[in-house]
């Protein structure tokens, strides 16, 4: 149950009750009336914006209106306080009952707990990762697949029906590098010696087994032909070792496509013409002269006719080209096809996780599958900023497997995949992030991983001792969910329930806004709360969670802890992380 769901609903009765009353007037809109938690804690524990969004179209004063609505809403069961603060907000505190009743409905759902409808099965597409298939995954793909893997889970969580998407750029001139590349290597497996790796070459060890491998199966055949006679063959098999190798990266991090989607299909089965040939249709595609880039120099730039896309009737700030100067058809045109190719699989809704370096790119892919879907469709894109890896504080670099970078398996193997996992997603994916290996496995409150994990495997510390201290009590959730939570009464205790009460809202909130970031910050606020109360029981006896001599008391305060668990564990399943129950 969303409590605040449930106040928002009561404060709109209210508004109803009022204008049947006479004291409001009718068809008042009340679509951005809110029930959130105040900004202090102080203050109580709903506040809402009602009298301020309705005065104007009530024709009184924001206050006026407040005072009235407080009273009104007085009178609503649970309700014990309506207090008029500030210009016109409302400050509502909830009787205990109501607290209580929140622990155990938490408890009756387990981890399941802030599952929501408000997707309504609305289908989503969340590509993400959709690296080049030309060498293994890096540090700086493995924000991006969290990010995207995290978001398609809290999707999932509010009622969404999402399609996880790998888009494979398997098409133009990176992958014929790739192939010579696999080439050379081929020929070294031959025998031939290599001194160095041409400029413009992929150079890392991880095409050395690619070699092999052809070498094994055709000998020396193509090992003087011109590159025509092998090119293709080469690439083809250069993509599938290469996306057998990212599919093994990405499972090593936890994360699982159900689609992959290829460049060169799209090409094969037509539907670049196809999705182009929508746009001349329309009218959306002409020959033109493009003005030259910002910072080029005139002499530095060679007018030309080009195929453009009306961009700028869809908002963006030039029209885009269609064409290379050599006839073959640009990314972009591509890209187009397959935006094109999710909408008619049923995908109207769609988001992309990119790195932060294809920034300039998202405008152009907007207008096209505005254009390409009449308006139907949207595009939002996730931009990733870089990871920084550091170790110690200092720049750090590891293997150079890869040639000139760090790959994701290094720090998985380094750190593991949950700590990967939750680090990803502590910042906002727009801003840079500092990935240091040694402050990631710190045992510290200053580490997110540590102190939230923490407070899980604290909560199953004090179950055990529990199962020992009182041999013959229920422990499992539903059973708690009974216990007199009534004996709940210090401050402390209610607050804490009121935190997680007010998880279901924070999965909704995030979910609609894309942030899956938001639940690092909740699931570490609460586990502050936690161990705050933890110690508190230190230094106090009587609020220890287990007192012997009380085991009604002991009862209701297992209930908490196990509350907490839960709600931590219903977190850490959207990051795809383990919750564990013993630190190690």
């Known amino acids: 149950m969303n409590i605040f769901k449930t106040i928002r609903d009561d404060i709109i009765k209210a508004v109803d009750q009022l204008v049947a009353e006479g004291r409001l007037p009718a068809n008042l809109d009340t679509g951005k009336v809110t029930a959130e938690p105040p900004r202090e804690a102080a203050h109580g524990d709903i506040s809402t914006n009602a009298a301020m969004v309705l005065a104007r179209p009530a024709a009184m004063a924001p206050r006026d209106l407040a005072m009235m609505l407080a009273a009104q809403l007085q009178r609503s069961p649970g309700i014990v306080a309506a207090e008029v603060a500030g210009p016109g907000f409302v400050n509502l505190r ?14 009756r759902c387990g981890t399941n707990y802030g599952d929501s409808d408000i997707g309504q099965g609305q289908r989503v597409n969340v590509e993400y990762v959709s690296a080049n298939p030309t060498g293994p995954m890096h540090i700086g793909h493995a924000r991006g697949a969290v990010v995207g893997d995290a978001l398609a889970s809290l999707l999932t969580k509010a009622g969404f029906d999402v399609c996880r998407e790998y888009y494979i750029n398997d098409a133009g ?16 497996a031959l025998g031939e010696k290599v001194e160095a790796i041409p400029e413009g070459l992929y150079p890392g060890d991880y095409l050395l087994p690619v070699g092999q491998k052809l070498a094994e199966i055709h000998g020396s055949r193509f090992a003087s032909l011109p590159e025509k006679e092998w090119l293709a063959l080469f690439r083809a098999h250069a993509v599938a070792a290469m996306m057998a190798m990212i599919r093994d990266d990405l499972a090593c991090l936890g994360v699982c496509h159900d689609v992959f989607s290829s460049e060169r299909q799209l090409h094969e089965d037509g539907k670049v013409l196809a999705a182009l040939g929508f746009l001349d249709r329309q009218g959306l595609t002409y020959t033109g002269v493009l003005e030259p880039p910002k910072g080029k120099l005139p002499d530095d730039w060679e007018e030309r006719p080009q195929t453009l896309f009306r961009a700028t009737g869809f908002g963006d700030d030039v029209d885009r080209p269609l064409k290379k100067s050599d006839g073959s ?18 995908y109207a809704r769609m988001i992309d996780v990119w790195g932060a370096d294809h920034g300039g790119y998202v405008k152009r892919m907007q207008a096209a599958v505005k ?6 469709g949207t595009l939002e894109v996730k931009l990733c900023q870089m990871v920084n890896l550091l170790k110690n504080g200092e720049p750090y670099k590891m293997s150079k497997r890869a040639g000139t970078f760090v790959t994701l398996r290094d720090v998985v193997d380094e750190v593991g995949k949950e700590v990967v996992r939750f680090i990803m997603l502590t910042r906002k994916n727009d801003a840079q992030l500092d990935f240091d290996l040694v402050k990631v496995l710190e045992q510290s409150r200053d580490n997110p991983v540590f102190y939230v994990q923490y407070a899980h495997a604290r909560a199953f510390s004090v179950l055990r001792h529990a199962a020992s201290l009182f041999p013959e009590a229920d422990l499992a959730p539903g059973a708690l969910a009974e216990m007199a939570l009534e004996r709940l009464t210090d401050p402390a205790e209610i607050a804490l329930i009121r935190q997680m009460a007010g998880w279901p809202r924070l999965v909704e909130s995030a979910a609609e ?25 230190k230094d ?34 959207v990051f795809g992380v383990q919750p564990v129950e013993e630190m190690r």
């Open 94 to 107: 909830l009787a205990d009952g109501i607290w209580y009743a929140q622990l155990a409905d938490l408890l």
């Open 329 to 346: 058809w640009t990314y972009f045109a591509s890209d187009i096809a397959y935006h094109l190719d999710k909408y008619q699989r049923g």
């Open 513 to 537: 806004t894309h942030e899956p970031h938001r639940i690092a910050f909740y699931l570490y606020d609460l586990a502050a709360a936690f161990h705050g109360l933890w110690n508190k029981g």
């Open 173 to 188: 001139a990176q992958v014929d590098v790739l192939a010579r590349s696999v080439h050379l290597r081929y020929r070294e």
């Open 371 to 376: 254009a390409m879907t009449e308006g139907r």
């Open 540 to 573: 106090e006896v009587t609020l220890r969670f287990l007192v012997a001599e009380d085991p009604a008391l002991s009862m209701a305060r297992l209930a908490l802890v196990r509350g907490v668990a839960l709600v931590v564990a219903s977190g850490l399943h």
